[in-house]
């Protein structure tokens, strides 16, 4: 009797477990649990265990260890002594020197334009609005070498002037040229956006009845603001400067154009430089340092915003903005911030222009202007002998490379997010629906770089029956893929949380299929965030560096990479054609996409 009702109970849990798994929530959830666990999690093991094992170049050094045996070696000499001094403590400090300049300036320029665009009567406000989102589309890096060509030193160039030694006869400090300072500005000046986003939507979301309530109750102008409508508003700006922060953080191109020409490193360019030269285990321990500081920054951030989640800011009459009158001032407030606003967007496109039209570098005349660096032919005395950037098949083959990688990760992470977004909201409260957000969120809270270096550590090795990947176009889709998790199911779950569950209990009631209620209804449906999700990830893949420029090879170059190769070989201005041609691209591909289905970049950031 005993041994049947253990019987009985074993198939009435593998019933129960069977019916579980027919789910297609559960189901889907599963699949992604396990591609996130071979994307991200095994990635992060090997590079601990890299880290902490002997490799062959360190044979080099002790000559007697035995390769694959555990050792701290690599996090003592890259923690102490004069070479963690070096190698991690200097780049740690310019990081986050950088990192917090640059999110202050951004927080004043975002939010700044948010409050007038929301809460202001400045005319042009969706004008403003729309510009505003222009410099997140041009990589980072844009500005950075934008700025050479108008600020270069002939102290560092070699005797080159820039743009504004030729018109104005007097050579800029070298603290304007290079180093932080002009890191920070080129830095804010593209990660203000995220700023300006949230901050708008915040700000958006709040009604004008709790500031007319503080108004009824005597409260001057000045203490609604500080007591309503800034604590309101805090969470938006700590969101708005994790993101930036860890950006920042992490970024390549701008520190490696601007810092390395006066010795100032980084986190990021002090690790692309341990692992050019082979030290492989030295640069993961700056990865995992890296990464560690980024956790603790957005579990701070995390706690902070958790406190203020049960804020109601919705009344029931809907949004009615307390508009502030700027009376005749707003003409003012209007030419300042669409001058600003050119001037970040048209101007750093126009230094390119003119320096990829200069024959030489530095002669700023009528006589020096050419298209030697656009179609000039093979085997002239120019950029090394390659023909210009239009005729040069490898640039070609960049582009294409570009497309391609752009294209195939933001169609496999709009999917993804769309999948990630019905097993997480149809599964709310269940362990697996935990599991997925927050295995999601890891990619997020790892610099671009340090994620790059993580997949160096998987696939330099075979995984299972899976070949090594290291050198391929594959792996690149792969990082990009993982990287962009964590946006494409932040926008998958909020379009899923529109869709009701009526719904597809009407099609499951009229006969339909697990799959075919999700092609014929959900994914309709949904089909704003999975536009929204593709455009964003088609933008910063477009335009990603910091990702891809340790796994990239001669064969798989795309045009960000190919940019900075050409200025670390000194051909500037092939490198400002290059970046002229991504910019376009770039631009293209967001007007076309953007008249899909109402895809925006606010929606594939889940606002």
Known sequence: MATQTISHRMLAKSRRFIHWLKKPQVLMGLIMLFMMYYMIIIPLYRMGET????????????????VGKFTLFHYTRMLT?????????NPLRHSFTIAIGATLISLFIGGSLAWLVIRTDMPGRKLVNQLALIPYIMPSWTL??????LFKSRAVSGGTPGLFESLVGVTPPEWLSYGPVPIMICSALHYYTFFFLFVSAALMSIDSNLEEAGELMGASRWRILRKITFPLVVPAILSGFIMTFSKVLGTFGGPNILGTPVRYYVVSTMMRGSMSVGDKSDGFVLAIV???FSVITISLNQRLVGTRRSYETI???GFVANVSKLGRMKYFFRAVVLVFQILVIVLPLGLLAISSVMLVDGQYSVSNLSLQHWIGPRGTGYNSGEPGVLLNPHVRQAAWNSIRLALWTALFTA?????????IVKGRGTRLSKYLEQLAYIPYVIPGIAFGAVYIAMFLKPVGPIPPLYGTFALLVIVSVAK??????RSGVSSMMQVGRELEEAGEVAGASVWRRFIRLIFPLTSPGFVAGFLLTFITTMRELSLIIMLVTPKTQVLASKTMFYIEDGNDQMANVVILILLAITYVGNFIITRFRGGSLQKGLGL
Not at 81 to 89: D, E, H
């Open 144 to 149: 950075a070498q934008a700025w050479v060509v």
């Open 315 to 317: 009344g029931g009459r």
């Open 81 to 89: 002594g004069v070479l963690g001094q070096i190698y991690m403590f």
């Open 290 to 292: 890296l990464i560690m």
């Open 415 to 423: 999917l993804i997010g769309i999948i990630l977004g019905y097993s």
């Open 484 to 489: 962009h998790i964590p946006y494409s199911s």
């Open 51 to 66: 880290s902490l094992t002997w490799q062959a170049k360190d044979l080099i050094l002790n000559p007697d260890v035995e």
